[in-house]
């Protein structure tokens, strides 16, 4: 590039790159969805949740690692980050998980394991940054469709869960969670989840846009954490500190994302790079394989949003050419990339997981294979069935 192009021009027109990309008025949604989602953490929902859940799945083999996965995916969902699902899920089942003889490494295992689902879960803030990478791919199409991969990945883990409980002879809790018990628990939980189908349900139908929804999240979670008594002047001084120094981070990396787009056009890279597959082979099956593999590659040691700002404008061109939708392909990326949250050498969730559970990776590794074999057959039904992604978003009328 500074062969062609001389390099004060190449610096300012990187600054102006970088302030166009961080002035998208549709980035909003992201500071305030991290701002809703610290309120959340907060705001005493951790406990809610693991109840509601245990009321409804309490008497499956396993009941307190079943109960850990749904939590995970709900927990997830509203607070929109993983390792703080695996962190408040996992101290929460974690006692009784011990005085039930539970195998630690198999806890740990088990709540690191589920805590990405709930990053397909709408609110998703992954989501929303593929859509500024896809060049404006719409949010609602994408929440919309992030719910059923979300649900395989925790279904996945479920499934493990019993399978391995029932070898070790891990009983379910009868008797206590009772249909009493189960209006009671729907009740104390309900307004933590109403957070999901207001403001999903405003965006999909088309009342507000994803960024006015996440003010509304924000306002929701605050009032929340208000009548919960778990949010004070002092303690929601700290969130908001703590929430700008997360979203300058991500919001700075989208800036900086927009000077590599602007390189990769230039160099025409993606076109390069969509010649390439193409001319190693023409049929989507394999294409589709090769970009899972180099996903899983790199998903081990990046993190999920600077990973989406990589790849996305690198393969989204390549899927174009063989009629995939935008929307069925940023599933598939996130999906994959959020894998990497719970591999080594990185695994950020995994290792929270591991620390909470009070237990070491070379014990939680054996467990953890079972759950990676069952995700990635998930990650086949979201690569390769498109319904499985555009099956709700076309039903909404959003693709």
Same mark, same amino acid.
């Given at each position: 590039?500074?062969?062609? =192009? ?19 008025? &549709? ?8 701002? !809703? ?8 929902? !951790? ?15 396993? #009941?307190? /690692?079943?109960?850990? =996965? ?43 394991? &589920? ?15 593929? &859509? ?23 279904? #996945?883990?479920? #499934? ?29 939980? %309900? ?6 189908? =207001? ?14 929804? *996440? #003010? $509304?999240?924000?306002?929701? !979670? /605050? ?35 927009? $000077? ?17 597959? +193409? ?5 989507? $099956?394999?294409?589709? +394989?090769?970009?899972?593999?180099? %996903?899983? $590659? ?28 935008? =929307? ?31 237990? *070491? ?18 990650? %086949? ?10 099956? +709700? ?7």
């Amino acid at each position: 590039i500074l062969r062609t =192009v001389p390099l004060e021009v190449s610096v300012v027109t990187g600054a102006q790159r970088i302030f166009v990309g961080m002035s998208k008025f &549709s980035l909003t949604a992201i500071p305030f969805f991290i701002l !809703a989602g610290n309120l959340m953490n907060q705001g005493g929902i !951790a406990k809610r949740l693991v109840d509601f859940v245990m009321a409804i799945l309490g008497k499956l083999p396993g #009941a307190l /690692l079943v109960t850990n =996965v749904g939590a995970n995916a709900l927990f997830g969902a509203i607070s929109g980050s993983a390792s703080a699902a695996a962190a408040a899920v996992g101290s929460m089942v974690e006692k009784g998980e011990e005085e039930q003889g539970y195998d630690k490494a198999l806890c740990a295992a088990t709540n690191g394991a &589920s805590a990405p689902s709930g990053l397909l879960i709408p609110p998703s803030n992954a989501l929303i940054t593929y &859509s500024l990478a896809a060049g404006g791919t719409s949010v609602a199409a994408l929440f919309m469709a992030g719910y059923i991969p979300g649900i395989i990945w925790a279904v #996945a883990c479920m #499934a493990v869960a019993v399978i391995i409980s029932k070898k070790k002879g891990y009983k379910g809790i009868p008797g206590k969670y009772d249909w009493k018990n189960l209006w009671v628990c729907t009740l104390r939980a %309900l307004p933590s989840l109403s957070l999901i189908v =207001v403001v999903i349900g405003g965006i999909i139908g088309g009342v507000f846009t994803a960024t006015e929804g *996440s #003010a $509304i999240a924000v306002i929701y !979670a /605050l009032i929340l954490g208000i009548l919960y008594r778990n949010i004070t002047l002092k303690s929601f001084w700290k969130i908001a500190v703590d929430s700008a120094k997360m979203s300058g981070m991500v919001v700075f990396l989208i800036g900086v994302s927009n $000077i590599l787009g602007w390189v990769m056009a230039f160099t025409q890279i993606p076109q390069a790079i969509s010649d390439a597959l +193409l001319g190693l082979t023409s049929n989507p $099956i394999i294409i589709l +394989l090769i970009m899972n593999v180099i %996903l899983l $590659i790199a998903g081990t040691f990046m993190d999920v949003t600077p990973a989406i700002l990589i790849f996305t404008p690198l393969f989204l061109p390549v899927v174009k050419t063989f009629g995939m939708d935008p =929307v069925q392909f940023g599933l598939i990326l996130v999906y994959n990339l959020c894998i990497g949250n719970i591999t080594p050498p990185v695994g950020n969730t995994l290792f929270v997981a591991i620390k909470v559970g009070r237990s *070491s990776l070379s014990r939680v590794m054996p467990y953890m294979l079972w759950y990676y074999v069952a995700i990635l057959v998930g990650l %086949l039904m979201v690569t390769y069935i498109p319904a499985v992604n555009l099956g +709700l978003p076309a039903m909404a009328g959003l693709i």
